[in-house]
């Protein structure tokens, strides 16, 4: 069971957008930690996908955006397209970031 | 570039201690701000970190690994070593060597090496 909380699944037709959420709690991302996103395609490593809450490392296309508020956060895909299928986790700390969290992971289907 | 490579025996026996090894080029271990970083993905599963390390000494473990774990660093080779004894089934994972900074997150992955736990 993780600390963050992701939905096990999303999907979403070519062209659409999806949000994929990430809860937390007052100790974590509500304590003002920063959150991270990664994308995981099959059978490779995951990649930095946003970083910063709402910072993209360069090369990443403006589709991707993140977002907190409160205890919560986002990442939302624009423009979905069928190269984004994949797992996206949701990153971030507690205990004064001496421990690093993750969420479960959300596995993004594109229809 | 900064690039990761992890290397390792592919199957460990049950009891036995995990020793892998994180090669990094592009970047020198033992300067800046980063820390040094294992985590690992068990078939169909999610991420777990494991640890990491910063050269000033400071380290960091998961706390549910830290009793197994040690880590390691070689500036003189420009790699780190993870260990983990009392291995059981559980153990079975792609395990994933990365770069972090708390500001930017994991940054630069190694590719990933298979373990197996396994008599």
């Known amino acids: 069971q993780s600390v963050l909380t992701q939905p096990p699944s999303v999907s979403g037709a070519p062209g659409q957008r999806i949000t994929i959420s990430c809860s937390g709690t007052?100790?974590?991302?509500?304590?003002?930690?920063?959150v991270h996103w990664y994308q995981q395609l099959p059978g490779t490593a995951p990649k930095l996908l946003i970083y910063?809450?709402?910072n993209r490392p360069s090369g990443v296309p403006d589709r991707f955006s993140g977002s907190k508020s409160g205890t919560s956060a986002s990442l939302v895909i624009t423009g979905l397209q069928a190269e984004d299928e994949g797992d996206y986790y949701c990153?971030?700390?507690?205990?004064?970031?001496?421990?690093?969290?993750f969420g479960g992971g959300t596995k993004l289907t594109v229809l | 570039q900064v690039q990761l490579q992890e290397s390792g025996p592919g199957l460990v026996k049950p009891s036995q201690t995990l020793s892998l090894t994180c090669a990094v080029s592009g970047a020198s271990i033992s300067g800046g701000s980063r820390y040094w970083s294992w985590l690992r993905q068990p078939a169909g599963q999610g991420l777990e970190w494991i640890g990491h390390?910063?050269?000033?000494?400071?380290?960091y473990y998961n706390p549910s690994l830290k009793s197994r774990v040690t880590m390691s660093l070689d500036t003189s080779k420009n790699q780190f070593s993870l260990k983990l004894n009392s291995l059981t089934a559980a153990d079975t994972a792609i395990y994933y060597c990365?770069?972090?900074?708390?500001?930017?997150?994991?940054?630069?992955w190694g590719q990933g090496a298979l373990v197996t736990v396994s008599s």
């Open positions: 390390f910063h050269t000033s000494g400071r380290t």
């Open positions: 910063g809450n709402n």
């Open positions: 990365a770069r972090h900074d708390f500001w930017s997150g994991f940054d630069y």
């Open positions: 990153q971030s700390y507690d205990r004064s970031q001496s421990d690093v969290l």
């Open positions: 007052s100790s974590n991302i509500g304590a003002y930690f920063d």
